[in-house]
């Protein structure tokens, strides 16, 4: 664990005993409580996330797009553009989006333990552009008014 992880399990643990829990904690509450602050594959907690997309929703305009942002770590980059997308369909209210966070961190992690890998942080292709003029309904449609005329 890092010294970060560990300040946060003792911030956690003097929170619990300020509540009026019992000390020391049982082992099953110590182990939950190091789980929960600690992270899990990738030493990322749901408050990581939460910051994360809070810190990218702030200084999103500086950027041309989300892939030139400075993600923390790259699967923060998935899990908040999921956020975003879920957060404006669903119009959620910023514990629901703590809620689906919390769902999207847990099927990272999931997918990476099954040897997956985190997709690259790139930029999606644009959509090909027609070609300039009538289309081929279009010139079908020309042809036939023609042949209407003349026959």
């Known amino acids: 664990?890092?010294?970060?992880?560990?300040?946060?399990?003792c911030s956690a643990l003097a929170d619990k005993w300020r509540a009026g829990s019992h000390w020391p904690p049982d082992l099953a509450e110590f182990v939950s409580i190091v789980a929960e602050c600690s992270?899990?594959?990738f030493g990322l907690t749901v408050e990581d996330v939460m910051a994360e997309n809070k810190r990218w929703?702030?200084?999103f305009y500086r950027y041309s797009c989300a892939e030139k942002f400075p993600w923390r770590h790259?699967?923060?980059y998935h899990i908040c553009i999921a956020l975003k997308r879920i957060g404006i369909e669903r119009k959620l209210t910023e514990g629901e989006l703590r809620t689906q966070a919390v769902k999207q961190l847990a099927h990272w992690e999931k997918r990476v333990?099954?040897?997956f890998p985190i997709p690259p942080i790139r930029r999606i292709l644009e959509a090909p552009k027609a070609p300039p003029g009538p289309t081929p309904a279009e010139?079908?449609?020309e042809q036939y008014k023609r042949k209407k005329n003349l026959g």
Do not use: D, H, I, K
């Open 39 to 41: 992270g899990g594959v």
């Open 57 to 59: 929703r702030n200084e």
């Open 139 to 141: 010139l079908a449609y």
């Open 113 to 115: 333990a099954g040897g």
């Open 74 to 76: 790259p699967v923060l």
């Open 1 to 9: 664990m890092t010294s970060e992880q560990l300040t946060r399990v």
